[in-house]
């Protein structure tokens, strides 16, 4: 299972990003998909999850309200829609494969590679 993600970049306090994550090599609508941040000295941090029929989201309290995770079983993909972006954001960002929806990143089988997102003040 390869977990490949893309759409980070730098932005400007305020603005927005979209990610997105494909997931190739496996049965995409059987995997419940998390987004995970890391940034540099701190360990790496659960921001969304969404489960296999989308029934059941979950988002860190930090991100509620700014963020919706959403995901296209027919392209195999799934979505971080990031507005009203801080400073704070700034991380590498990570998207993973699981069997449920879970807080914990150890739970998680299939990961990608991350992808950088900087918000500049």
């Known amino acids: 299972v390869q977990v490949v993600e893309t759409g980070g970049g730098l932005v400007q306090a305020g603005g927005s990003l979209r990610l997105s994550c494909v997931v190739s090599g496996g049965a995409f609508s059987m995997y419940a998909m998390g987004w995970f941040r890391q940034a540099p000295g701190k360990d790496r941090e659960f921001v969304a999850a969404?489960?296999?029929?989308?029934?059941?989201?979950q988002y860190a309290d930090f991100v509620k309200g700014r963020f919706i995770i959403t995901r296209d079983n027919a392209k195999n993909t799934v979505y971080l829609q990031m507005n009203a972006l801080k400073p704070e954001d700034t991380a590498v960002y990570y998207c993973?494969?699981?069997?449920?929806?879970?807080?914990?990143?150890?739970?998680?089988?299939?990961w990608g590679q991350g992808t950088q997102v900087t918000v500049s003040s």
């Open positions: 993973a494969a699981g069997e449920y929806v879970y807080i914990a990143p150890e739970m998680y089988n299939y």
């Open positions: 969404i489960s296999r029929s989308e029934g059941n989201v």
